[in-house]
């Protein structure tokens, strides 16, 4: 880990402001800078957990923090401990517990059992930059919370990082969601990953969202979710061009001679974007991208050299061939727009569909023109499987758009996503 000190900056900062908030420190804004105020905050965190008080977020102190990030923690049964003790000392509920270790019997805990204790906070934070590292601790922390999932890898990404996908459900309606094959796209991510905690917190507690029957959806569907088909672009974008990236002169020759990926770049480690190198009407988009000078790689629009190039989409149109997905969905941001055709293939339900989602979310039902009508994940879908599928550009602005926006996009999409499971 790094040592974080005042002066610190980048997303390892921001995500412990957004702890010390969540469990009752003041770090001032969440925005990353290691200020006096966010100093302030970690030396009363210290001296509540009998630390030095140096405010600075060294290996001790962070090995405290790693378990509130993580959302749990594990615990050996003592003489005299009840659950609703353990609870109480956590800040948490028993049936919090009691969901973690489904083994475990109540009544009869055995002194030396080892247990997973959640915290009483959620996992998924929100209002923070959302690296692939933070999304992989996440999912950690949800399989953790809840085991009946299934957490899984549909591949790796150029750099070797794991395609996670998470599976919602038991039944036999299969769909699949995926979210940031654009790297600036990143707020794709925390919105599938907020909806696979809320479905689960809400699940577990045999709660209802929105009025749909969380119940009757796990065992009539079966929901699989990729949060995050781009990891190395992402951490191009938020953690900028490290040294000891392979790729490090020809990504600056990509970027235009720049290190600053952080307002331009889309695409994955290799230059190329993602959502341009399915093979549906690849050639098409090629003769575009040709036509806008685009040759080679770039910050977006160049669609490899040939179809499925890339370890990522390779790995994507395999996962789907593994399943029998009756619809798709693939998030991406902006314009509050529902796309839903692909050279006339979609079935003739998909419309209506389409309509359900627009009414749903306050999202417009769109067509495509021009580069942007080929070589996407949903065309290649539809083409294949002559199946519905939906690109769903959430929010609105200039990409990457703020984290002031989220609540919105989630409140817009959460009901898409569960009507999207059933429809």
């Known amino acids: 880990m790094k040592i974080l000190k005042l002066g610190s900056q980048g997303t390892d900062v921001m995500e412990i402001q957004s702890l010390l908030k969540k469990i009752g420190y003041n770090p001032g804004p969440i925005d990353g800078s290691y200020g006096p105020r966010t100093k302030e905050a970690v030396i009363a965190f210290q001296k509540d957990n009998d630390l030095d008080a140096d405010g600075i977020i060294g290996p001790q102190t962070y090995k405290i923090l790693d378990i509130l990030l993580r959302g749990y923690d594990t615990y050996y049964i003592q003489p005299g401990d009840t659950l609703w003790k353990i609870a109480k000392n956590y800040y948490t509920t028993v049936n919090k517990i009691v969901t973690a270790n489904p083994s475990i019997n109540p009544y009869q805990l055995q002194i030396g059992q080892r247990i997973i204790v959640p915290y009483g906070i959620d996992v998924v934070d929100t209002d923070i930059d959302y690296t692939y590292e933070i999304m992989e601790r996440d999912i950690e922390g949800l399989k953790a919370r809840y085991p009946f999932i299934e957490v899984g890898s549909a591949g790796e990404s150029v750099l070797g990082?794991?395609?996670?996908?998470?599976?919602?459900?038991?039944?036999?309606?299969?769909?699949?969601?995926?979210?940031?094959?654009?790297?600036?796209?990143?707020?794709?991510?925390?919105?599938?990953?907020?909806?696979?905690?809320?479905?689960?917190?809400?699940?577990?507690?045999?709660?209802?969202?929105?009025?749909?029957?969380?119940?009757?959806?796990?065992?009539?569907?079966?929901?699989?979710?990729?949060p995050m088909v781009n990891p190395d672009g992402v951490d191009l974008v938020l953690n900028g061009l490290s040294k000891d990236n392979p790729y490090y002169e020809e990504l600056i020759t990509w970027n235009n001679g720049s290190t600053d990926f952080s307002q331009v770049w889309q695409a994955n480690n290799r230059g190329v974007d993602l959502n341009h190198n399915y093979p549906a009407k690849w050639q098409e988009s090629k003769d575009a991208e040709i036509a806008m000078g685009i040759v080679g790689p770039s910050p977006t629009r160049y669609g490899g050299p040939f179809p499925l190039s890339e370890p990522e989409t390779e790995a994507v149109t395999q996962f789907v061939r593994d399943h029998d997905f009756r619809l798709v969905l693939a998030y991406h941001t902006q314009g509050e727009v529902i796309f839903w055709k692909f050279d006339n293939l979609q079935p003739p339900e998909a419309k209506k569909i389409g309509e359900l989602f627009s009414k749903v979310s306050g999202y417009r039902l769109g067509e495509v023109y021009g580069i942007a009508s080929y070589a996407g994940m949903k065309d290649w879908f539809i083409?294949?499987?002559?199946?519905?599928?939906?690109?769903?550009?959430?929010?609105?602005?200039?990409?990457?758009?703020?984290?002031?926006?989220?609540?919105?996009?989630?409140?817009?999409?959460?009901?898409?996503?569960?009507?999207?499971?059933?429809?």
């Open 161 to 226: 990082r794991k395609l996670y996908y998470i599976k919602l459900g038991k039944g036999l309606n299969q769909v699949f969601y995926n979210g940031v094959h654009h790297s600036l796209e990143w707020i794709t991510a925390p919105l599938l990953m907020k909806f696979i905690e809320n479905f689960l917190k809400s699940y577990a507690n045999g709660k209802n969202i929105r009025g749909y029957d969380l119940e009757k959806i796990w065992n009539q569907s079966s929901i699989y979710i990729i």
């Open 383 to 423: 083409q294949e499987y002559r199946r519905p599928g939906y690109t769903i550009e959430a929010g609105k602005g200039k990409n990457p758009l703020p984290l002031s926006q989220f609540s919105k996009i989630y409140n817009d999409n959460e009901e898409l996503l569960l009507i999207a499971s059933v429809v």
